[in-house]
């Protein structure tokens, strides 16, 4: 059974730091890209970054851009995303999810992820 689970969030100040981590199970790790999305009250679950499997390519959306970073621990089967300088719009749950790696790159369609984590719920207060 595949199971990806997603920890390290929490309530932060505007401008603060948290790393979240995905660890993952039940899959050959090595093999997959993994994406970390967030879904913010009252609206759809959006990529914000990822990375694949063999050539750790990594790709973020605009809004994260600098200040977010996926890397992987293929030795840990884990998954991280540090996230600075936070502000009160990345308020949201994150969710980390996996897919095979077919292309050596990743992507961020949720509709071609087929494992997902429970989520972590990450607040930035103003």
């Known amino acids: 059974e595949v199971q990806l689970q997603a920890s390290g969030g929490g309530l932060v100040q505007a401008g603060g730091s948290l790393r979240l981590s995905c660890a993952a199970s039940g899959l050959a790790f090595d093999d997959y890209s993994f994406g970390w999305f967030r879904q913010a009250p009252g609206k759809a679950r959006e990529g914000v970054s990822c990375?694949?499997?063999?050539?750790?390519?990594?790709y973020a959306v605009d809004s994260v851009k600098g200040r977010f970073t996926v890397s992987r621990d293929n030795a840990k089967n884990t998954v991280a995303l540090q996230m600075n300088s936070l502000k009160p719009e990345d308020t949201a749950v994150y969710y980390c999810?996996?897919?095979?790696?077919?292309?050596?790159?990743?992507?961020?369609?949720?509709?071609?992820?087929?494992?997902w984590g429970q989520g972590t719920l990450v607040t930035v207060s103003s």
């Open positions: 999810a996996a897919v095979y790696d077919y292309s050596g790159s990743c992507i961020l369609r949720p509709e071609e992820y087929g494992y």
């Open positions: 990375i694949s499997s063999t050539f750790r390519s990594t």
